[in-house]
């Protein structure tokens, strides 16, 4: 897909577009940290999906297992256990609106300064509703936003092509996915288990201009749903699963991400129509590298449709240093009529 998606490398300490290039390892890649990350990515040769296209929302800095964003106007400071690193900080950390300090017991609590309960942020024609809550959350996942606009080039142009997108959103959370397929076209149906993050996704794609929009919202256990959608006979031309590290389920069935994400991906696959479109698996989980999720996708989907498998770490840039922050990794298949378009 052109245009896409940024395909990054990191070579001599410099990130770049495009064809590799030389230049001078910066003073930056002397901290332990980032000289970790810089081998890996020279060793792998790894590609990245950046999400770069924001307006409302940076990164500004990391250092030292925290990291300093700006959520539209207000900045907040939270742990990310991908900064491994001890930078110098400047002056920009010192008056945060709010920051979340994590306990060394487990999980940790807010300190506000000056924040609102909630406040907006847009991404394109896209409205969300942030408000800081458990576990440093805000309500969205920034670095989705690559994906969003990977999978909204293809629904459109399938869409323009006068055939009809159904995609099924799973784990669907606050409904970032769920709104970015719905404004491209999309019949989507979203699930998740939480009734409170599925009613903050119906304000997202209300605040987002979709209130009439095709979808369909569903508080249910994504497993059981999956299920009951094989026995109905329901298929979809898309699927989008952000799934949890660890969870239980409504009769207390635990959810461990290494144990359940294959056998959850043959059900899913089941449900997928005959002119699929794409496939697309996040990952927050360290276990679950791009290979694991290239491999899954591979053993699960060639058998049965032709497409194309890709996979790679999902991140954000650093506007302090033009670096890029690893967020994850993401896995994606996209039918063999599309993967060229």
């Known amino acids: 897909m052109k245009g896409q998606y940024l395909k990054r490398q990191v070579l001599n300490g410099q990130v770049l577009k495009g064809p590799a290039g030389k230049a001078a390892a910066p003073d930056l890649f002397r901290s332990s940290g980032i000289r970790y990350l810089y081998h890996l990515y020279i060793e792998r040769k790894m590609t990245m999906w950046v999400a770069d296209a924001w307006k409302d929302y940076e990164v500004i800095d990391t250092s030292r297992g925290e990291k300093l964003e700006r959520w539209g106007e207000y900045r907040l400071i939270r742990p990310d256990p991908q900064v491994i690193w001890d930078t110098p900080r400047g002056r920009e950390w010192k008056k945060p609106n709010a920051h979340y300090h994590r306990s060394k017991k487990g999980g940790g609590e807010w300190e506000f300064f000056d924040l609102p309960d909630d406040w907006c942020i847009h991404y394109r024609d896209l409205t969300f509703r942030l408000k800081p809550f458990s576990f440093k959350h805000t309500g969205l996942f920034p670095e989705q936003a690559v994906n969003w606009d990977w999978f909204s080039a293809l629904i459109r142009a399938r869409v323009e092509a006068g055939q009809e997108v159904r995609v099924l959103n799973l784990f669907a959370y606050t409904g970032g996915a769920t709104a970015a397929a719905a404004a491209a076209g999309a019949r989507v149906t979203h699930v998740d288990a939480s009734k409170g993050m599925v009613g903050w996704a119906r304000e997202n794609a209300q605040l987002s201009g979709l209130a009439d929009a095709p979808i369909r919202w569903l508080v249910d256990d994504c497993g059981k749903f999956v299920e009951r959608e094989i026995r109905r006979g329901n298929h979809y031309d898309a699927i989008i699963m952000d799934p949890p590290?660890?969870?239980?389920?409504?009769?207390?069935?635990?959810?461990?991400?290494?144990?359940?994400?294959?056998?959850?991906?043959?059900?899913?696959?089941?449900?997928?129509?005959?002119?699929?479109?794409?496939?697309?698996?996040?990952?927050?989980?360290?276990?679950?590298?791009?290979?694991?999720?290239?491999?899954?996708?591979?053993t699960v989907l060639d058998p049965v449709h032709k497409g194309s498998v890709d996979a790679g770490e999902v991140g954000l840039p650093v506007?302090?240093?033009?670096?890029?922050?690893?967020c994850g990794a993401a896995g994606r298949w996209v039918a063999e009529e599309s993967s060229g378009s």
């Open 319 to 326: 506007s302090g240093n033009g670096l890029v922050l690893p």
């Open 245 to 298: 590290s660890y969870g239980r389920g409504p009769k207390g069935e635990i959810w461990k991400i290494e144990d359940s994400i294959f056998p959850f991906l043959q059900r899913c696959s089941l449900l997928l129509s005959e002119n699929p479109l794409f496939f697309l698996i996040n990952s927050y989980t360290t276990g679950l590298q791009p290979a694991v999720l290239s491999y899954m996708l591979h």
